[in-house]
């Protein structure tokens, strides 16, 4: 099947969850995120500079992008 990753706002854990491929629960999904925010190099404060805040629970577009960029599609 020829899924396509769909650039939109996304919950932080519906975005999580597509980058394990559903092989963590929802939130150890969202811990992985996270820490892989944390780890990427400048990742944190490039998205800070668009609007996210610790406890966002909405990843917008213009996050995601940079999310993708950065760590790749899941």
Same mark, same amino acid.
């Not at 996270?34 to 996050?63: D, F, H, V």
């Given at each position: 099947?020829?899924?396509?990753?769909?650039?939109?706002?996304?919950?932080?854990?519906?975005?999580?969850?597509? $980058?394990? =491929?559903?092989?963590?629960?929802?939130?150890? *999904?969202?811990?992985?995120?996270?820490? #892989?925010?944390?780890?990427? &190099?400048?990742?944190?404060?490039?998205?800070?500079?668009?609007? $996210?805040? =610790?406890?966002?629970?909405?990843?917008?577009? *213009?996050?995601?992008?940079?999310?993708? #960029?950065?760590?790749?599609? &899941?």
């Amino acid at each position: 099947m020829d899924e396509r990753f769909e650039i939109r706002p996304y919950g932080k854990s519906e975005l999580a969850m597509l $980058y394990v =491929k559903n092989s963590m629960t929802p939130r150890a *999904a969202l811990n992985w995120l996270n820490q #892989e925010i944390a780890l990427y &190099p400048g990742l944190s404060e490039q998205l800070a500079l668009l609007g $996210y805040r =610790k406890g966002q629970r909405i990843i917008t577009i *213009a996050q995601l992008r940079t999310i993708v #960029e950065a760590i790749g599609a &899941p």
